[in-house]
């Protein structure tokens, strides 16, 4: 599990045009968000509230990519339908879930599956974790995440 102070883990994810994104390599500040599927109602609403706060994140310099294990051509989909502004990427096989510590066992309705669990977690611009939110619940979670960015 990812501490405070931990660097962003050593992962590629597929962004939306088929391209790998070295998340290691990248330059804070960043956020990045796990989600389970898109176009669900939770993940969606979670890319919607993503999306109304991009530009205030934008201004904060601030880098916003969710990841879920949903298909390139899934996400573009996803993206047109709800005109979203957050980029989000592809990881099928959940080397980033399991290298962030989102990749476990889940129980819906009784039964007993893997999966990922929607999380984010905010880096600062030395690529150092600044805050983590787990088992996240999507009502008010972006407005936590914009308060933590402004803290920066």
Do not use: N
Request: net charge negative; proline share 5%.
């Amino acid at each position: 599990m990812m501490k405070q102070g931990d660097h962003i883990p050593k992962a590629q994810v597929t962004d939306m045009d088929g391209q790998l994104l070295d998340l290691a390599g990248m330059a804070g500040p960043l956020v990045v968000y796990f989600y389970p599927k898109d176009d669900t109602s939770g993940c969606t609403r979670e890319a919607q509230d993503f999306t109304a706060v991009a530009p205030d994140l934008a201004m904060a310099g601030v880098r916003v990519i969710g990841i879920s294990p949903d298909s390139p051509a899934s996400h573009a989909k996803f993206t047109a339908k709800h005109a979203l502004a957050v980029e989000l990427a592809s990881d099928p096989d959940h080397a980033a879930a399991e290298a962030f510590g989102v990749w476990g066992e889940k129980k819906l309705y009784g039964r007993t599956y893997m999966g990922v669990e929607r999380a984010t977690f905010l880096f600062g611009a030395d690529g150092q974790l600044v805050q983590a939110w787990r088992k996240v619940r999507v009502p008010g979670h972006v407005d936590a995440v914009l308060a933590a960015v402004r803290a920066l």
